[in-house]
């Protein structure tokens, strides 16, 4: 069965961090660009950061540059957002998605359409 788990969100105050992992069972992520997406309550969702098979290319929304960083341990068959700098706006649930793409690839994308799995998403609180 393939499957895309996401963990680590929880609630934390403004300027702290959180790591992200997504977990995949029952396929291989070498072959995958993987992106990490959020949707906040009566916003759409938004492409937040993404990273190609190869792990040589990355993308991140302006909003999250310097502050977050994508990487991925395709040994684990896990890919990583790790969370710094925190801020009220970053609430959201966060979704991490796997877009078919081959081995070693530097290819990645930041549009939703092309993702073919998707996890159940993780909730980040920002808040004092």
């Known amino acids: 069965q393939v499957q895309l788990v996401e963990s680590g969100g929880g609630l934390v105050q403004p300027g702290g961090s959180l790591r992200l992992s997504c977990a995949a069972s029952g396929f291989s992520l070498d072959y995958y660009a993987i992106g990490w997406f959020r949707q906040a309550p009566g916003k759409e969702r938004e492409g937040v950061s993404s990273?190609?098979?190869?792990?040589?290319?990355?993308r991140y929304v302006d909003s999250v540059k310097g502050r977050f960083t994508i990487s991925r341990d395709n040994a684990k068959n896990t890919v990583y957002l790790q969370m710094n700098s925190l801020k009220p706006e970053d609430t959201a649930v966060y979704y991490c998605?796997?877009?078919?793409?081959?081995?070693?690839?530097?290819?990645?994308?930041?549009?939703?359409?092309?993702?073919?799995?998707w996890g159940q998403g993780t909730q980040v609180t920002v808040s004092s």
């Open positions: 998605a796997a877009d078919a793409t081959s081995l070693y690839s530097d290819y990645v994308s930041t549009n939703p359409g092309f993702y073919d799995y």
């Open positions: 990273i190609s098979s190869s792990g040589g290319s990355t």
